[in-house]
């Protein structure tokens, strides 16, 4: 949407990050108008996610020791398929130029010589030159942006490229604060980095944003999934119910916002619910929202299921244009095991059994007496061999003798110095891993289908107007307060008022400039949906007239009243 950059840009929503300096793609500057805004939608999901979910939010580094990224996957598996120009040498995502120049649809999820063969078939062009690119190599390029932590290089750290590592590799510590017990979220807003190979669409492809995540742990077979929440998602698209009869409930799809069928996953169900209920509340038209399940090939590397929340942010007599708002993702157990695989730490959760368990315990002689002298130093790792194997391969005990391997060389061990024996224990639970569910959100592609979805122009008494329709909750600026002219004691009186709705916590600006028309156009194009004058009859009776931005219609209210107007309006 053209019309909608330019009035970002014009209007202190966004702009390119430092033109002075030609401006590098991909970094984007928030101005006063977005700034506010943003944090506005930070802010309310602070309270539908965290608050009222009764989670916890952490801050963690944006930049991480290269271990965290080995162990993650994201070393290996975070990358982007590349093609280069041969004439012009810029530099494409290939998959982006299948889905721009052809009908094929989520091109990403093929290999990079799949995608070099559909680059000839359909004789695909470099967008910068024209060239065309069959014949030429696509490589897989990886997103993160590498950096040296410390002197010298020889310490490697990363740009976090998405927030939820922070709290994963935590969860030790995260685990010991909600009593290990499931289940329990941790969330967190926060810059995640990405080396997008071509930034584009303003804000939506950038090379640094704002995440907000959600990471929620629980045991998969506790039958205490998310039906103790129902009550706390009033969705308009989803419904808990038992559909069919067995005495289970689900949650189900009763809305067409979801493309692929039901959700077989109860959380992640619940979380779609809740997303539509908190974009609904942030201004995103419900119409133009959609729900896609991911197909297999198309999964992040640590997926199993992944449901993405879509926006139409098309402009007026344009083709619809989905991006993607949010993935809602079952991460399954994939990156507290593999933080355990990779370091000393427990990345579970002790569950209790209902009831205390008696089992057979294998255990070999603790403290070596049996094994007797004659091992010297090679006694304490031939006991540790002995102690794995025993907790392993029970059968390894049946001989005579225990052969264990110690670098590469093997020794024997008679069975009666090994110290084996079986007994019987009592269990009272056993560790786990839990499972993730993650909704994770992108705030400025969020920030961004909000402003598509609020832009709007009509005609006001014959006069061309652009208007953003923001809630008034997300509005930057509730209210514009405007003498009728400075003079007369006019703009003393309304700078006074301006004065006291700040003081109430009102977000107010003042505007004496030009002619009034002129100055409601103003505020109109920056969303601000109410706009008070302070006119002659106001120095006369203490009143002033409020001015409502959708409808344009004004009604006159005692000055006294006005905090407590403006904020019953605000909050509906
Ligand atoms: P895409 O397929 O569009 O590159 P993704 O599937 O890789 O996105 P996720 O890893 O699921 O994205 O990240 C979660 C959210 O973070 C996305 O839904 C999006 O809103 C946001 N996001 C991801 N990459 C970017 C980016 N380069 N610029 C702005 N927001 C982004």
Redesign the pocket.
């Known amino acids: 949407m053209k019309a909608l950059t330019e009035l970002a840009k014009r209007r202190g929503f966004f702009f390119q990050t430092g033109k002075a300096y030609g401006g590098v793609g991909g970094f984007y500057t928030y101005g006063p108008e977005g700034a506010t805004l943003k944090s506005t939608v930070e802010s309310t999901w602070r309270d539908r996610w965290v608050t009222r979910e009764g989670h916890d939010e952490i801050d963690a580094p944006t930049i991480l020791p290269e271990a965290v990224f080995e162990a993650s996957g994201h070393l290996d598996g975070f990358d982007d398929l590349l093609v280069e120009c041969p004439e012009c040498q810029s530099s494409h995502r290939a998959d982006h130029l299948i889905e721009d120049q052809t009908d094929i649809a989520e091109a ?1 999820s093929f290999t990079p010589r799949e995608i070099e063969s559909l680059l000839a078939e359909h004789e695909i062009e470099c967008p910068s030159c024209g060239t065309p690119l069959a014949g030429e190599p696509v490589e897989e390029f990886n997103l993160m942006f590498e950096t040296a932590i410390g002197p010298g290089s020889t310490n490697k750290g990363y740009l976090r490229p ?1 927030t939820a590592q922070g709290i994963f590799v935590d969860f030790p510590r995260l685990r010991e604060y909600a009593r290990g017990e499931l289940p329990f979220g941790v969330a967190q807003i926060g810059r ?1 980095y ?1 080396n ?1 190979i071509s ?1 584009r669409n303003a ?5 640094e ?1 704002t ?1 907000a995540e959600l990471e929620l742990f629980f045991d998969p077979e506790s039958d205490d999934p998310p039906l103790s929440r129902v009550a706390n998602v009033e969705a308009p698209l989803y419904s808990a119910a038992d559909q069919d009869g067995d005495g289970e409930v689900h949650f189900e799809a009763i809305g067409e916002a979801v493309e692929s069928g039901p959700i077989a996953d109860d959380w992640v169900g619940y979380y779609v619910g809740v997303a539509t209920e908190w974009y609904e509340r942030i201004g995103i038209d419900l119409d133009r929202l959609r729900f896609r399940q991911h197909q297999p090939e198309e999964r ?1 590397h640590y997926a199993t299921d992944c449901w ?1 929340a879509e926006a139409d942010v098309s402009g007026p007599d344009e083709e619809p244009n989905w991006i ?4 809602i ?1 079952n991460r399954g157990t994939y990156d507290l095991s593999h933080h355990a695989a990779h370091t000393d730490e427990r990345f579970s959760v002790f569950q209790e059994y209902d009831e205390p368990r008696t089992v057979e315990r294998a255990t070999v002689d603790p403290d070596m007496a049996a094994l007797g002298p004659e091992y010297g130093s090679q006694a304490a790792d031939i006991a540790a061999a002995l102690e794995e194997l025993a907790e392993t391969d029970r059968s390894a005990f049946e001989g005579d003798s225990v052969t264990v391997e110690l670098d590469g060389e093997t020794v024997d061990v008679p069975i009666e110095q090994t110290g084996f024996q079986v007994a019987e224990v009592t269990e009272r639970g056993q560790h786990e891993t839990p499972t993730v569910i993650e909704p ?3 705030i ?2 969020t920030v961004y289908a909000i402003l598509v979805h609020a832009y709007d122009e009509d005609e006001i008494d014959g006069e061309h107007r652009t208007v953003l329709r923001l809630p008034a909750e997300m509005a930057p600026t509730l209210v514009g307060v405007f003498p009728l002219m400075d003079k007369d004691g006019l703009g003393e009186r309304a700078r006074e008022l301006e004065r006291e709705l700040r003081a109430a916590g009102l977000a107010t600006t003042y505007d004496d400039s030009g002619a009034i028309g002129r100055r409601y156009r103003r505020q109109d194009e920056v969303g601000t949906p109410y706009t008070v004058t302070v006119d002659y009859e106001s120095l006369e009776t203490d009143t002033v007239t409020i001015r409502d931005r959708d409808t344009t219609e004004q009604v006159r209210v005692p000055m006294a009243e006005l905090p407590e107007t403006l904020a019953a309006l605000r909050d509906g």
């Not at 993607?324 to 993935?327: D, I, M, N, V």
């Open positions: 990403e998405e995640a990405r997008e930034p804000i939506v492809r950038t090379r944003f995440q992040a993405d993607e708002l949010a993935g993702a994770s959100m992108g400025d592609r």
